[in-house]
Each structure stands twice: as structure tokens, then as C-alpha cells.
T-cell receptor, first 109, second 114 residues
Framework: GQQVMQIPQYQHVQEGEDFTTYCNSSTTLSNIQWYKQRPGGHPVFLIQLVKSGEVKKQKRLTFQFGEAKKNSSLHITATQTTDVGTYFC?????????FGTGTSLTVIP | DTAVSQTPKYLVTQMGNDKSIKCEQN?????MYWYKQDSKKFLKIMFS???????INETVPNRFSPKSPDKAHLNLHINSLELGDSAVYFC?????????????FGPGTRLTVL
């Protein structure tokens, strides 16, 4: 199956710093989803973006879908220790659905 | 109430053995999946079933055989286990079939083959 590389693969931040992960596709997407997996846990759905240029917020998390519907980002403002985990994008091309490689976030208190 | 449940949570076994993992969802979803997550955390689709029928079968060794007795259950049987089968296996379900709908994941089964 296909997979898309998320950037960065790992990120260590001090608590209170911001964090961003990027997901880039070579194919135009129908929609993109984001998931969070806590250490030892299972992926949990966070949000779905459908429209070109869409921006959605969930408290300190901001999700963006690129104008060309080929890329997306997840930004966390002022990270907390509860943000620790791996963040996955999931890409829907209409014909295929596959997960990105994930970005593992470590927050140093 | 657990939405997607899997048993067992941990499975440690010897090479060459046969084992099964069970999955049940109480969300009323029509589509269920098996994903494999390796040590690098890559999530790869293995199988997808819609209303008990196989709709996705990725390049998976035929030692892996899914079975869906009804749309709420999707079990995974693995024959002749190999070291490389060690991974976390996640069952998931979604309301919509195919590429639509977000996935609800089970807690995972950590399989260790010795």
C-alpha cells in the first residue's frame, strides 16, 4: 500500500513551545484526516478537512488544508505534556485511503 | 461501552504456531479493517470488509486469513507465525465503506513471535 512521508518524523519540544507537522501528497486529495496516537494507545480521529484552504481549530490545535488540496498541516500552540504522542495524517484520494508515516512528538516538561 | 474491542491485548507465541485475534464493534458500522503497525509506527492496511464481504486485500501473505461471521465481527487468523509478524495489529471500523469515513480503532493486539 501507499504511504506518504510526514515531516518531521520526530520532534522534541520544550513545554510551552509550538509544534507543527506537515503532510504532503503528490496527488490531489478528496479529503484529509488527522489522528493522534498516545504512547501505548491506539489512533484516535481528530478531524477531517474537505475544502480547499480550509482551516479548523480545536483549542490549541489548528489544522490547515492547502489551496491545491495536496498538503496539510497540524499546528499545536503552547504544547503541553498531554500533547505527547504520534500524529498521523490519513489521505483520501477518492480511490485510496492511506496513512502518513506519522510525527512523534515528545514534550519536555 | 467499548466501541471497538479486540482480544487478546497481548499475544506471545513461538515461531510456527497458529494464532487468532478477535475483533468486535458495537457501532453498527458496515466496514471493518485490519491494520498492522510495525516498530516504526507505520500503519498499513491489511484487509477491509464491507458487510461481511472482502473489499481490500493488500499484499499480505496468505498465512493471514480474515473471517467476518457478521458485520460486527472481523477476526484475523495467522498460520505458521514468523518473526517478522511481530507487530501491533489494530482492528478498526468506519460508518462508510471504501475511502470514506474516519476510522474507529480498537485498542490493538501486540503480537510477539519468539
Amino acid at each position: 500500500g501507499q504511504q506518504v512521508m510526514q515531516i518531521p518524523q520526530y520532534q522534541h519540544v520544550q513545554e510551552g513551545e509550538d509544534f507543527t507537522t506537515y503532510c504532503n501528497s503528490s496527488t490531489t486529495l478528496s479529503n484529509i484526516q488527522w489522528y493522534k496516537q498516545r504512547p501505548g494507545g491506539h489512533p484516535v480521529f481528530l478531524i477531517q478537512l474537505v475544502k480547499s484552504g480550509e482551516v479548523k481549530k480545536q483549542k490549541r490545535l489548528t489544522f490547515q488544508f492547502g489551496e491545491a488540496k495536496k498538503n496539510s498541516s497540524l499546528h499545536i500552540t503552547a504544547t503541553q505534556t498531554t500533547d505527547v504522542g504520534t500524529y498521523f495524517c490519513a489521505l483520501n484520494t477518492g480511490n485510496q485511503f492511506y496513512f502518513g508515516t506519522g510525527t512523534s512528538l515528545t514534550v519536555i516538561p | 461501552d467499548t466501541a471497538v474491542s479486540q482480544t487478546p491485548k497481548y499475544l506471545v507465541t513461538q515461531m510456527g504456531n497458529d494464532k487468532s485475534i478477535k475483533c468486535e464493534q458495537n457501532l453498527g458500522h458496515d466496514t471493518m479493517y485490519w491494520y498492522k503497525q510495525d516498530s516504526k509506527k507505520f500503519l498499513k492496511i491489511m484487509f477491509s470488509y464491507n458487510n461481511k464481504e472482502l473489499i481490500i486485500n493488500e499484499t499480505v501473505p496468505n498465512r493471514f486469513s480474515p473471517k467476518s461471521p457478521d458485520k460486527a465481527h472481523l477476526n484475523l487468523h495467522i498460520n505458521s507465525l514468523e518473526l517478522g509478524d511481530s507487530a501491533v495489529y489494530f482492528c478498526a471500523s468506519s460508518q462508510a465503506s471504501g475511502t470514506s469515513g474516519h476510522r474507529y480503532f480498537g485498542p490493538g493486539t501486540r503480537l510477539t513471535v519468539l
